[in-house]
């Protein structure tokens, strides 16, 4: 096997057997030390983990994205609101605030939609694509002045080109993700930019894969990761500080203070949740949410490690 991001031969077996996202599912996860990027065998992602996850309306972590769709509406800054909830939005935010001029905007995994409508808001023309036909369904129906497209990217065959594509949360769960780069290249103006968020490999010290569990998540990156990309692609890289970000959020203060262990299968087989968060960890979580509190604990997580749980990368054409 080679590294799916820089081809080098010599990678590394770092975890025999580990857990997968179902139950009795297990990969081995290998590591290539020259780009720092850890990943499992290509061959072995399975797209049928995701109609288990859908399919299920127990399935943790994945049922907050249709309570977006739900509430996106209501919010007067549907972008600031986005970026408050998760880091993983912060990077669009922490750009497009600042930006006066209408730009042609192409989002890739869109799912519902809701984060093409909030960017909507700014007056950008925007196109939507996704793979799931019922996500892109249900996103024509909520919001009528995006172009949804039920299309994969590699096989996008227009000629228009946009000042910015954005990714969220989305080439973690790639097969390919060298070919993603570069088709987003090819869809990118002069001086275009391209934005992603993924979790950030470069804050864990020795773990094998504290990310969502595979065939989920395929890889795991960090900024060696997207230098290489960078460089292979004729692109300029800069990572969103989260330094500012005093989102609902206090995860990087708790992973300094509490052992994280190697984690465990999330869904059996029929997609019902394995574990299910007790409600006095649930209740304790929003006690540390509340925003005095929070601001402070970030205060404190980021004088002790620079490194955020999310990467924010920024590639320029
Ligand atoms: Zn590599």
Redesign the pocket.
Known sequence: MI??????TK?YLKGKDFPGFIENNKFDIFE??????SFIDPTKIDKKVYDIIYNNKKSPGYDRYLNYLERIKKEKNPLKFLANQEPSYFPIYDFIKNIKKELDILEIGCGYGYTSYALSKFKHNITAIDLSKNAIELAKKHFKNIKFLNVDILKIKHQKKYDLIIATELIEHLEDVPSFIKKCSTLLKNKGYIILSTPNKDFWKNKIWQTDLPPVHATWLSKK?FY?LAKNNNLRVKFTSFNQYYGREIDKFLSIFIKTKNPNSILKNNGDPIYINKKSSKILKEILLFFPLRFLLKKIANLIKKEDQILGIILKK
């Open positions: 590294c799916p991001i820089c081809e080098n990678i290539c030390d020259k780009c720092n990027t990761t290489t």
